[in-house]
């Protein structure tokens, strides 16, 4: 027996290969199919079963094109609709794969189709569980997003307790647990860097897990403090029901080189939007004018889904020489397949033909300080409400990125500002955002707040976020 995590950082998301005696089935797979192919020819295995743990709001799952390609069966669990053949399981199923069963748990709550699926090895013990959003690392699956008619996310909670009590915490100690995210997901609260544990010492330490825990006290605990999902995470479940398309479709259409009188006609008689992938410090010194930026060394796919509401948005984009497949592909991820090309040769290129840059002042955190003193800055924050209310610049204001655009009205043109995040990132992301709607008055503080906390900048006194509420 065979089992094998195969985890994508910048989604914060695991995907599972488990294979017995020539048999192999897939859970919860990324966009695109090749990986798990190539893998199970390597193994010399046959893929059996993709199974899904329930439809994924924060990824375009490739199930759809997995099973077109091997003949698989797509299972689901109870509730589970689509537009496309599955086997919808019934609780308590088992599937064969090899010598070994897969036993379908229904456990609704994060979604109504939510299903665990636990592992039962050669000589029939229970040896692990595939728990999706039902059971993260020092975590459970927020119960927000499958909210209908009169269904409401306490409700969901209910389910979820009932769920994690009948179904999983009465699994032995020594099951290991195979959740499908970790930190960084927004699928979730609170998950561990983490990406695997005992249940056993999840019964000690995960908060929803409390034995003595009452249902209400779970509900109260597991709602509070829920930001509003990402905007995309409805269009990518609906994306999962009705079946994607195939990513060679994807990256025949998106990974194309586009000379710059075209990749500059796309732009403007097209509508499409200029996405500049490369680092901060290059994006500062030279960008594409109105291009915005989000960094493929980073949480590049969320962000994009965070920040372009239309799945349909046109895209041309500028990256590293040798890296515009995985650009294409990682957008692919969630759900942005209308790409349409990156520029051939880079800024440089561009800078070549005769066209105009644009560029982001960026200080070093020393330089910030020193202009500090003088008093008067506009400092803007844009790290997460909890970030900002643990300790934050004194008087900083705080834009959150994620919902910046639906907060412009808090910024002036006639002022300047000096924007920060953690580290450097998020803050060119905003800074991009704020000159493509006209505010050019921007200074970055390149490090974020880590390189600002080394400076005598007064802060205010920290807060430990799992205090705040």
Known sequence: MKVEQIYTGCLAQGAYYIESDGEAAIIDPLRESEP???????????????FETHFHA????????LAAKTGATIVYGPNAKTEY????ATDGELFDIGKIKIKVLHTPGHTMESTTYLLIDESG???AIFSGDTLFIGDVGRPDLAQKGTL????????????LRTKIMTLPDEVIVYPAHGAGSACGKNMSKETTDLLGNQKKTNYALRADMTKEEFIKEVTDGLLPPPQYFAQNVAMNKSGAKGMDEILEKGNVPLEVETFEAMANHEGALVLDTRSPAEFAADHVPNSIFIGIDGSFAPWVGALIPDLEQPIVFIAAEGREEEIVTRLSRVGYDNTLGYLSGGIAAWKAA???????????AAQFAGAHKGGGLNVMDVRKPSEFEAEHVEDAMNLPLDFISENMDQVSKKKQYHIHCAGGYRSMIAASILKSRGFHNLVDVAGGFKAISETDIPTTNYVCPSTLK
């Open 36 to 50: 798990y192919i190539l893998k199970a020819e390597k193994e010399g295995a046959k893929i059996k079963y993709i």
């Open 58 to 65: 924060d990824f375009v799952s490739g199930h759809v094109d």
């Open 85 to 88: 053949d599955i086997h919808e």
């Open 125 to 127: 013990r229970e040896h």
């Open 152 to 163: 409401t996310q306490d409700d969901l909670a209910g389910y979820l307790y009932d769920s």
């Open 354 to 364: 005769g066209k105009d840059t644009d560029k982001v002042t960026s200080i070093p």
